[in-house]
């Protein structure tokens, strides 16, 4: 197990289409979580899955934001009708519940630019 | 709001010197914090953490120290390197998610 994944590492999308990244976390995790940051500012927490529950959505995912964990393992993050406000580094992190550094591991982002 | 922020955006040191990047927080009641450093094209690579029941916990050239008195800790780096050179933050779960603050970015100098 190589850490956290995600894909793609970059995607440049036109303004109005729907674009959708990967996360594999380590395969121990049983939570996941998506962050998103812009330049010059700590990640913002997005949400975070337990197994394949969605237990906690922030006030800055849109209803044009979803995320799927469909069988526990890997995720995903679905931005329709993007923005270019949506611009940013998609993070996602997991960790395993219990552990008594939470454990947060990172993966490297997906950088999307919408033009 | 954010319970986490940090002093000073920018430090700029020099090769070999110590470092120090600080942060303070809001929510006395914040028992654990997380240092994290951010490499460019990079997500963040926790370094350090600390329990409220501590004021000083020590790593491998890191050092962190907690004031609880007056909510700040501060990360210490000793002998920095140019491989040093990122964005730090502070961070603390809450509610089993992580709140960061805004970020120092170390430049070390040769």
């Known amino acids: 197990d190589t850490g956290v994944s995600q894909n793609p590492r970059h995607k440049i999308t036109k303004r109005g289409q729907n674009v959708t990244f990967r996360c594999d976390p380590i395969?121990?995790?049983?939570?996941l979580y998506w962050y998103r940051q812009t330049l010059g500012q700590g990640p913002e927490f997005l949400t975070y899955?337990?197994?394949?529950?969605?237990?906690?959505k922030s006030r800055l995912l849109s209803d044009r934001f979803s995320a799927e964990r469909p069988k526990g393992s890997f995720s995903t993050l679905e931005i329709q009708r993007t923005e270019q406000g949506d611009s940013a580094m998609y993070l996602c992190?997991?960790?395993?519940?219990?552990?008594?550094?939470?454990?947060?591991?990172f993966g490297s982002g997906t950088r999307l630019t919408v033009v | 709001g954010e319970s986490v922020g940090l002093h000073l955006p920018t430090l700029s040191v020099q090769e070999g010197d110590n470092s120090i990047i600080n942060c303070a927080y809001s929510n006395s009641a914040s028992d654990y914090f997380i240092w994290y450093k951010q490499e460019s094209g990079k997500g963040p690579q926790f370094i350090i953490d600390?329990?409220?029941?501590?004021d000083k916990r020590q790593g491998q050239r890191v050092t962190v120290l907690l004031n609880k008195t007056v909510k700040h800790l501060s990360l210490q780096i000793a002998a920095t390197q140019p491989g040093d050179s990122a964005v730090y933050f502070c961070?603390?779960?809450?509610?089993?998610?992580?709140?960061f603050g805004q970020g120092t970015e170390l430049s070390v100098k040769p």
């Open positions: 961070a603390e779960p809450l509610l089993g998610k992580l709140i």
């Open positions: 395969s121990e995790h049983n939570r």
């Open positions: 992190a997991s960790s395993l519940v219990g552990r008594g550094n939470y454990g947060y591991t």
């Open positions: 899955f337990q197994n394949e529950a969605q237990l906690e």
């Open positions: 600390i329990r409220s029941n501590m």
